[in-house]
């Protein structure tokens, strides 16, 4: 090879290494002027104003049998419950069941209420994370009126 093709093979690796700097670099500021993406607490924020949930919070650790707490809106409810529903990290449904109004739900106000779901997780499963479904009632069975509070949840391993 002659001197003068190896100084413009240099010449070019040189400049396509001092562009892929500058894209680097440029896309660094450009992705890091961004604001961090919000925690993974599943759509809760999205429902502060509807329904609240005190246990489990976002991301907790929980095993059986499982209490859930925390307060709904009375429109929320049908005769007094909604469904809950909990969720393997697939999506298979390991255990449902019904949260219960511990006032009087007949109201646009706030209402306290408690559930309990037993279940079993898999020992073998591929990732202990689940997710718990809070589902509005729905006795229309119309699909504008249905609506949930979805709470990641991690489970106890034991193995």
């Known amino acids: 090879m002659n001197k003068s ?11 396509l290494i001092i562009a892929a700097a500058y894209l680097v670099y440029k896309n660094f500021h450009k992705t890091s002027a961004q604001p961090l993406p919000p925690a993974d607490n599943g759509n809760e924020q ?20 499982l209490t859930i707490t925390g307060q709904a ?20 449904i390991i255990a449902q069941g019904t949260a219960t109004a511990k006032g009087d739900w007949m109201t646009t106000e706030f209402v ?4 309990t779901l037993i279940f079993t997780v898999d020992k073998d499963v591929y990732s202990n994370k689940g997710t718990l479904i809070l589902r509005k009632d729905n006795p229309s069975g119309l699909p504008q009126n249905d609506d949930a509070l979805e709470i990641p949840v991690v489970f106890v391993t034991n193995k």
């Open 73 to 92: 809106r009375g429109t929320w409810f049908f005769e007094g419950s909604f469904p809950v529903v909990l969720t393997d990290w697939d999506g298979l």
């Open 112 to 115: 306290p209420f408690t559930a």
């Open 5 to 15: 093709l190896k100084s413009a093979l240099f010449i070019v690796g040189l400049l």
């Open 46 to 65: 999205a429902k502060i104003d509807l329904i609240r949930i005190q246990t489990p919070r976002p991301n907790e650790v929980v095993q059986s049998p």
